[in-house]
């Protein structure tokens, strides 16, 4: 059966529904000038994937890898939350919960997992201190997953320590890289972001120990974060709520399949048709900074 596009029955199921997940992809920041991986003016159209996505590309040239992070991690500073970001951050609020999700179980917010580093959707969170309490605040951010990593977190390759900062750059050599100019000279190893800040002193202290940090993103071949999470969620969710992903990379990719096959219902919010378009009960082709307004109204 084809998906239904009509939003009156897409609100009465999400009004139905008692465990909700919402799973986001880059093309719910695009609104916000971030850009996507795999568009046609996607990332991985002028950088390679295998380079600046992979734990061997690190290896291999941390220069030019930190060089990438860096001026998207400014990218990412510089932006700020859309109309998108603010309808799913609105569930956090009571009033707005009751409203559209009156059958939620024991009112528990719906499961936001991301997989952008951006940051955004937690900033969205808090842009709302006016209207709920830091004790609410932090309850809802407790229910977003960023599984594919922070870029506002980095790990120490020798002592494991994860350091959370929104200071950039991370070493004086990056000030100044940006999207035009990176990779055109080659930062020395000891000039990349290390553990403890430039000021380190080479003490062996853990998360001051001087080792090479590495941006605290997920690559290819590496784990996602919050999985173990995610698939117990996964077993009680009725509406999952996908937004902007091309749904090509897994495991995100997979879970409207299980969903699906454990009697749940999906409902796609996408500019165009995409991978997951035949697992999906609801599909809205649209900008979904626009849509998604629209929809949860
Ligand atoms: C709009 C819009 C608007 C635009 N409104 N919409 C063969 C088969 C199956 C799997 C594999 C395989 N070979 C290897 C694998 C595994 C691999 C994988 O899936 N590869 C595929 C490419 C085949 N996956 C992994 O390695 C993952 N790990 C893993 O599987 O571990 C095993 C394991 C799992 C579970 C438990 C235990 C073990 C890790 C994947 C890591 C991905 N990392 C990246 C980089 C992160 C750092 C960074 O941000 O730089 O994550 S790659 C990149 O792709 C990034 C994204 O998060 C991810 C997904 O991309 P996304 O978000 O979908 O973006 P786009 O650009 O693809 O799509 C944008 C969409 O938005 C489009 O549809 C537009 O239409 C739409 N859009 N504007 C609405 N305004
Ligand atoms: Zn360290």
């Given at each position: 059966m084809s998906p239904s596009s009509d939003a009156q029955a897409f609100r009465d199921a999400f009004a139905n529904s008692k465990r909700v997940v919402i799973l986001a992809g880059a093309?719910?920041?695009?609104?916000?000038?971030?850009?996507?991986?795999?568009?046609?003016?996607?990332?991985?159209?002028t950088k390679s994937s295998k380079l600046f996505a992979t734990p061997e590309g690190f290896k291999e040239d941390p220069s030019g890898v930190w060089q990438f992070y860096h001026y998207k991690r400014e990218g990412c500073l510089s932006a700020q939350p859309n109309a998108a970001h603010r309808?799913?951050?609105?569930?956090?609020?009571?009033?707005?919960?009751?409203?559209?999700?009156?059958s939620l179980q024991e009112d528990k917010l719906p499961l936001f997992v991301t997989?952008?580093?951006?940051?955004l959707s937690l900033?969205?969170?808090?842009?709302?201190?006016d209207q709920l309490t830091p004790a609410e605040i932090?309850?809802?951010?407790?229910?977003?997953?960023?599984?594919h990593g922070s870029a506002f977190k980095t790990i120490c390759l020798q002592c494991k320590h994860i350091n959370h900062t929104f200071?950039?750059?991370?070493?004086?050599?990056?000030?100044?890289?940006?999207?035009?100019?990176?990779?055109e000279r080659d930062i020395p190893i000891d000039q990349l972001p290390r553990c403890g800040g430039p000021d380190w002193k080479g003490s062996n202290r853990w998360g001051r120990c001087g080792g090479l940090l590495r941006p605290a993103v997920v690559w290819f071949g590496e784990v996602p974060e919050g999985m173990g999470e995610i698939a117990k969620e996964l077993n009680?969710?009725?509406?999952?709520?996908?937004?902007?992903?091309?749904?090509?990379?897994?495991?995100?990719?997979?879970?409207?399949?299980?969903?699906?096959?454990?009697?749940?219902?999906?409902?796609?919010?996408?500019?165009e048709r995409s991978e997951g378009d035949s697992d999906a009960d609801f599909l809205f082709i649209?900008?979904?900074?626009?849509?998604?307004?629209?929809?949860?109204?």
């Open positions: 093309g719910l920041s695009a609104a916000s000038g971030i850009p996507t991986f795999r568009g046609p003016n996607g990332l991985w159209k309808a799913i951050a609105s569930f956090a609020v009571p009033a707005v919960r009751s409203r559209l999700m009156p997989q952008n580093f951006d940051g900033r969205a969170l808090d842009e709302l201190s932090k309850l809802a951010r407790e229910r977003v997953i960023e599984t200071d950039s750059p991370l070493s004086p050599a990056l000030a100044g890289i940006t999207e035009q100019n990176a990779g009680w969710t009725d509406l999952l709520i996908v937004v902007g992903t091309s749904s090509l990379v897994h495991p995100a990719a997979g879970f409207a399949k299980t969903i699906k096959s454990r009697g749940g219902k999906v409902a796609i919010v996408n500019l649209g900008p979904c900074e626009e849509t998604l307004p629209l929809l949860l109204k």
